[in-house]
C-alpha cells in the first residue's frame, strides 16, 4: 500500500493554464505538506497543514492555493502557470508536526511548454 | 535564520569503499536533525534521525550519523557502500523551541563506481 500518493505524475501544459495536483496519505498523519523541488535538486516548503488547518505558508505566489478538505488529503491548485513553475512537487505527511519525520509522496513532474 | 549546508556537491566511491556525507548547519537551540535519501524519480525516505541521547544514530540500509554540537555537524556514514546506494542525499533540520520550520540542504549526489 503507498503511504503518500500522488496523482498525476506527470503534468505537461502551457504557460497561463490552471492545473491541480492531488495527495493523498494512509498513514494517519496530522500533518501534510507541499515541497518544490527545483531543477538543481533544492528542496523548498511551500505549505504546511495540521489537521485541515494553514500552518505555514511560505513566500509563495498566491497563484498557489492548498486545499484540505480532510486530514487525509492535501490538494495543491495553480493558476496561471508560469515558465518557472517548472519543477517537481513533493507532498509529505508527519505525525506531529516538522519536528518529526516525514513521509514522502513520489512527486509530480509539472513542465510547462 | 537556520540554515544547512552540505558541502559536496558530487562524491564518487568504489564500490566497497567507506563513505562520508558532510552535513553542517547553522548555530541555534537543539535540533532535530535528519538524512534522508532520494532515488532517481522517486520521493526522499527517511535514513536516520537524531532527536537527543547517544550522539551515534544507526539507520537503515547500514547507514549511521554521529551529532557533534562542537562542530554543528552530523555527518553520514556508511562503512562499505554498495551499487544500490547511488542516489541524493539530504541533511535536514529542525531547531526546537518557537517556530519549528525544516530546512533541508542542497543535497550530496553519491555515484558509485564497480
Known amino acids: 500500500d503507498t503511504a503518500v500518493s500522488q496523482t498525476p505524475k506527470y503534468l505537461v501544459t502551457q504557460m497561463g493554464n490552471d492545473k491541480s495536483i492531488k495527495c493523498e496519505q494512509n498513514l494517519g498523519h496530522d500533518t501534510m505538506y507541499w515541497y518544490k523541488q527545483d531543477s538543481k535538486k533544492f528542496l523548498k516548503i511551500m505549505f504546511s497543514?495540521?489537521?485541515?488547518?494553514?500552518?505555514i505558508n511560505e513566500t509563495v505566489p498566491n497563484r498557489f492555493s492548498p486545499k484540505s478538505p480532510d486530514k487525509a488529503h492535501l490538494n495543491l491548485h495553480i493558476n496561471s502557470l508560469e515558465l518557472g513553475d517548472s519543477a517537481v512537487y513533493f507532498c509529505a505527511s508527519s505525525q506531529g508536526g516538522q519536528s518529526q519525520p516525514q513521509h514522502f509522496g513520489d512527486g509530480t513532474r509539472l513542465s510547462i511548454l | 535564520a537556520q540554515s544547512v549546508t552540505q558541502p559536496d556537491i558530487h562524491i564518487t566511491v568504489s564500490e566497497g569503499a567507506s563513505l562520508e556525507l558532510r552535513c553542517n548547519y547553522s548555530y541555534g537551540a537543539t535540533p532535530y536533525l535528519f538524512w534522508y535519501v532520494q532515488s532517481p524519480g522517486q520521493g526522499l525516505q527517511l535514513l536516520l534521525k537524531y532527536f537527543s541521547g547517544d550522539t551515534l544514530v544507526q539507520g537503515i540500509k547500514g547507514f549511521e550519523a554521529e551529532f557533534k554540537r562542537s562542530q554543528s555537524s552530523f555527518n553520514l556514514r556508511k562503512p562499505s557502500v554498495h551499487w544500490s546506494d547511488a542516489a541524493e542525499y539530504f541533511c535536514?533540520?529542525?531547531?526546537?523551541?518557537?517556530?519549528?520550520?525544516?530546512?533541508f540542504g542542497t543535497g550530496t549526489k553519491l555515484q558509485v563506481i564497480p
Open positions: 497543514y495540521n489537521n485541515k488547518e494553514l500552518i
Open positions: 535536514a533540520v529542525v531547531f526546537s523551541g518557537g517556530y519549528q520550520k525544516v530546512t
